[in-house]
């Protein structure tokens, strides 16, 4: 079965610094990764994904994430971090085939950007 | 607005009750998700649809819960018998074919149930 990890609940950064939140993940086969954000009273929304290629990949608001296969790791990266980036932060794979294909998501980081 | 939406947005019913809830994807999108979120947990799979069929339930969807997709357009989830354990976030999703392949979901602020 697929499952993710987000080791951390909360992660406070201040405003300005770079932040990472934290996603490692178990799938069989080659993973396809994702991260959403949820907002206070909104729906999730997607941010970035990796599927093949660049381990690097950039997504909306100037957010990236960094896949690391022999570290199972896709963690969330941001050179500076603003207020508004706070928010609920969930890390999801998938496999490539079968009902593997749901997305599985990690229980979710709060990230809190002090001003 | 375009995006997904889902109604109601809260609903509090007393144990043994019947609940449905309803969503509208987005009007080109062929594939319909039902996920449910408790609090400190992320969104958990119950059920997705591929235009009107059924294809695939969660061991989490038990006899209770039903869900369907008439049209291939909106969908609704119904739980009979509701349980003080039903109360969550139920949350809607779809996607084009090609982004269920890749899994860009788009959600809806989804709805939320008590349970009394």
């Known amino acids: 079965a697929q499952s993710v990890a987000q080791p951390e609940d909360q992660v406070n950064v201040a405003e300005g610094n770079p932040l990472t939140v934290k996603c490692t993940y178990s799938?069989?086969?080659?993973?396809?990764l994702f991260w959403y954000v949820q907002y206070p009273n909104r729906g999730l929304q997607f941010l970035l994904k990796y599927i093949t290629g660049d381990n690097l990949v950039k997504g909306s608001y100037g957010f990236e994430a960094e896949f690391n296969k022999s570290q199972t790791s896709f963690h969330l990266k941001k050179p500076s971090a603003l207020v508004s980036d706070s928010a609920l932060y969930f890390c999801a794979v998938r496999g490539p085939s079968g009902s593997a294909r749901q997305l599985t998501f990690g229980s979710g980081t709060q990230l809190t950007v002090l001003p | 607005d375009t995006g997904v939406s889902q109604d109601p947005r809260h609903k509090i019913t007393k144990r043994g009750q019947n609940v449905t809830f309803r969503c509208d994807p987005i009007s080109e999108h062929n594939r319909l998700y039902w996920y449910r979120q408790t609090l400190g947990q992320g969104p958990e799979f119950l059920t997705y649809f591929q235009n009107e069929a059924q294809l695939e339930k969660s061991r989490l969807l038990s006899d209770r819960f039903s869900a369907e997709r008439p049209k291939g357009s909106f969908s609704t989830l119904e739980i009979q018998r509701t349980e003080q354990g039903d109360s969550a976030m139920y949350l809607c999703?779809?996607?084009?074919?090609?982004?269920?392949?890749?899994?860009?979901?788009?959600f809806g602020e989804g709805s939320r149930l008590t349970v009394l």
């Open positions: 799938v069989s086969g080659n993973p396809y």
């Open positions: 999703a779809s996607s084009l074919g090609a982004g269920s392949n890749t899994g860009e979901l788009f």
